[in-house]
Structures are given as C-alpha cells and as structure tokens.
C-alpha cells in the first residue's frame, strides 16, 4: 500500500468526520437564549481538520523513515550477505533492487539485485501497512477528540480560522525561503569564482572565452571572463531590439482594444492576443531559427548588407519582442481602463476629436502603468534562453550589428552547465556569478515597476 492511497484513505475519513460533525452540530440545542456560536460547517471543518492534520504529518515524516526501515530489512536478509561492501557499489546495487521492484528498471545486471527484490517488496508491504494502521489510528483519536468539543458554545470558527491563517502564513513563508535559498546559493558559488577571477575582470572585461581557461594558471591571467559582451547581447536583444518592437505594437493593441474595439470583438481578439503568452518559448525560437532568422539573412544579402549571419540579434529580438506583446499590451490595457472616464469626457467636451483625446489626455494619465508594464516585459526579455540559443547562437560578439551573432547571459548560463562539469573550476562557477548579476539585475526592474505601478494606482484609486 502506496503513501498516496494511505493519504487518500485518511481524506474520506476526514470526509465522513465533516459530514458527521455537521450533522451533531446542526442538532445542538443551545440554552435558553443562546444560540449556536459557529455554524455547523465550522463544527465539520474543525473536525476534518483534527483528522485530517495529525495523520498527514505522520505520513509525512513516515514518507521519510519508512525507507530506512525497509533498506534495513533488505540488508539483514540472507541474500543481502552478497552484497559489496558499503560504498557506490553497493548503492548501485540497491539501486537497482527498488528500480526492479517498481518496473523502471527492465532487466538485471546484477544476481544479488534480483534476489533482493522479493526481500524488498515483502518489507515495503510491511512497514507500508504499519504506516496506515498508525495513520488511521491517529485520524481515528482526532476524530474522537473533535467529537468532544462538539458543543454550542465552542468557537469552532476561531480555531478553523487560525489553522487557514497559519496555513496561509507558511505558504508565504515557503516562497520567502525559497527565494533566500536562491541567493544564498546563487551568492555563495559566486563567491568561490570571484576568489579565482577578480570581479573587475568580469564586470568590465571585453573577452569572453571561458572554454580556454582549462588550467588553473591560465585563470585570471587569460582575460577570458570579461562578461562585458554577455551583458551587451541581453540589453541588445532583450532591452532594445525586443522592446522597440513589443512597446509599440502592445500599446497600439491596447489602445485599439479600450478606444476603438466593439465589445463583442474585444471578448475573442484579447484573449487571443493572450495566446502568445503562453506559445511555449521553443516554439518561438523554431519559428525564429526556421523561418524568422533565414528570411532576415536573405534580405541582408539581397541589399548587401555585410556580415549577415543565419543566427542574428535582430531574428531573436523581433521573436522576443512578439513573445512579449501581451506583457506591455495588458499592462497598457489596465492602466487605460483605469483612467477616470470623467478625464476623457472633459477632454471631448472641450472639443479634442478621440485620437487628440488618446494622445494627450489618456496616454500621458496612464504613462506610469504603461512604464510600470514595459519594466517588467523587460525584466521577462533579458531571462529568455530559448529563443536566444536557437535563433541568436552562442557567439559572444562585442558588435552594434543586429545582422551579426550575438549571445545572452542566460545562454551562456546554460551552455556552462550541460554536461558533465566540475563544480570547483572557475569556468563552471562562472555560470553561477551570471546568474546572481542577472537576479539583481531584475530584481531591480521589479523593484522599479511595481513602484511605479503602486504610484499609479495610488493617483487614480
């Protein structure tokens, strides 16, 4: 028996515990003029709740132990006198033991693997059943502890409330972690790479080349991880060739979609329009490598333009700049619809026709959301990889051409990281100092556009 069909086992008996706890609530007959403080569905919550919790987070740490338990069992068998001393060889074999047990592992290469797994199989059965019976023990003694409570003074609804308040502050707390976790990872691999490559080397080096710096003497000596070009091809693709296309055509988008738009076809042509933001990112860069990058290179060509290349900025850009239309166009479209309607009706009153309206009333009043919009369709552009590596190659070019090859930091980032690597040479730590730069660097445009956009709101709310 599976953890799963165990948690599912102790959901319906937390289920039938809320149909009975707000069967007894609803019969409760308080004292003469008093009345039921909760509800009888806070009763039955409370009471799923005192099931439900206690058992879950048994299985939760038995999810964990159990394991143990079961790889204990395995090596006290007579088979297990086989095995290989403790070590990678004796793992591979246990290895794959569990893989023969749950079928993702087909045939044998080892006797010892394939006489272990009924062992295996028998001592999961085992602690799985002790498992459900102490699960079912637990939902059974909340179940009977809930019961107690049932009474028409008890404050059922508190408690539930401060079970989903505290549930509610952990899930803010897990995302808070997480993102300390990230830094702090991030910054502490950067560390080690700085104290091999001086950080005034990366931050304003003009080479990068880190496939030469292959022995440690050639380290900090090589030039080789000046990520001046690397911080070049992302603001050249993802900041300016991306924006110059997506800022125009998503505003326009949006002012067609709140000015001029009948409502009927505003209902199909906007969620449309919000496809392209969820096309998956390796379909853009096919499109960009197949049909966006060859067409550019072949009009390069036919006007003579030198140095066109088959992997360019300006197929990654224009792609990009698509993807993220309905970044600036919805931004754009909420902070037009939020504009006071009493601002457009003065200014057609005074005599301004709608489009002297649009440019010099309602664009200039929702400035701050469309800048708000276009920060973080920015902050989405410079961490794109896909499009990048398909359409823009790996070629960290130092050039104003938009013809020419160039390459990004999260490209890089990725290139670093395939494959077998060491994690203590400075090529591979390189990857994680991009990664930290990159974090700031967005974590700034964030910064700025949720500022802006709360400036906004602020003046219009």
Not at 29 to 44: D, F, I, K, V
Not at 197 to 207: A, C, K, M, Q, T
Not at 350 to 374: D, H, W
Not at 441 to 458: D, F, G, Q
Request: charged share 10%; with cysteine; aromatic share 8%.
């Amino acid at each position: 028996m599976s953890t799963p069909i165990i948690a599912l086992i102790v959901l319906a008996l937390g289920a039938i515990a809320f149909l009975v706890g707000r069967m007894r609530a609803a019969g409760l007959q308080p004292a003469t003029g008093q009345r039921l403080h909760s509800r009888p569905n806070y009763h039955g919550a409370h009471m799923f709740l005192w099931v439900v919790i206690p058992a879950m987070v048994f299985l939760l740490g038995w999810s964990f132990v159990a394991p143990q338990f079961v790889d204990r069992a395995v090596l006290e068998a007579p088979a297990a006198q086989q095995l290989p001393p403790p070590g990678i060889d004796r793992d591979a074999v246990l290895r794959e033991m569990r893989g023969l047990a749950d079928g993702s592992v087909e045939a044998s290469f080892n006797p010892t693997a394939e006489q272990l797994v009924p062992v295996y199989e028998a001592a999961a059965r085992h602690y799985a059943l002790i498992g459900c019976i102490i699960a079912v023990l637990l939902a059974i003694a909340g179940a009977g502890f809930a019961v107690t409570r049932l009474k028409w003074q008890f404050r059922a609804r508190n408690r539930v409330e401060q079970v989903v308040m505290v549930g509610l502050i952990g899930a803010s707390l897990i995302a808070i972690f997480t993102t300390f976790g990230i830094v702090v990872s991030l910054l502490f691999e950067s560390l080690l790479f700085f104290q091999k490559v001086s950080p005034f080397e990366f931050l304003f080096g003009l080479e990068w080349s880190p496939q030469t710096a292959l022995r440690a003497d050639q380290v900090g000596s090589s030039g080789a991880f000046g990520a001046v070009p690397l911080f070049w091809g992302t603001i050249f693709i993802g900041a300016i060739i991306a924006m110059i296309v997506a800022v125009p055509l998503g505003l326009m988008c949006a002012i067609y979609l709140t000015q001029y738009a009948k409502p009927r076809l505003r209902t199909w042509m906007k969620p449309a329009l919000e496809m392209l933001a969820g096309v998956p990112t390796v379909v853009y860069g096919y499109f960009a490598a197949l049909t966006v990058a060859p067409a550019i290179r072949n009009f390069a060509a036919s006007v003579g333009i030198p140095g066109a290349s088959s992997e360019s900025a300006l197929a990654a850009g224009v792609v990009m700049g698509v993807m993220i239309i309905p970044f600036v166009s919805s931004m754009a479209d909420d902070s037009l619809a939020a504009v006071p309607q009493s601002m457009r009706d003065g200014s057609l009153a005074l005599g301004a026709t709608p489009s002297e309206t649009i440019r010099r009333v309602l664009v200039p009043a929702a400035l701050p959301g469309v800048v708000g919009g276009v920060l973080l369709a920015v902050s989405r552009a410079i961490g794109e990889t896909m499009i990048v590596v398909m359409a823009a190659g790996l070629a960290a070019n130092l050039t104003l051409n938009p013809f020419a090859s160039v390459t990004t930091v999260t490209t890089q980032i990725v290139q670093l990281l395939t494959g077998d690597q060491e994690f203590d040479s400075a090529k591979t730590l390189a990857a994680f100092a991009l990664g930290l730069t990159l974090l700031v660097v967005t974590l700034i445009l964030n910064i700025i556009a949720l500022r802006v956009v709360k400036k906004y709101r602020e003046a219009y709310e």
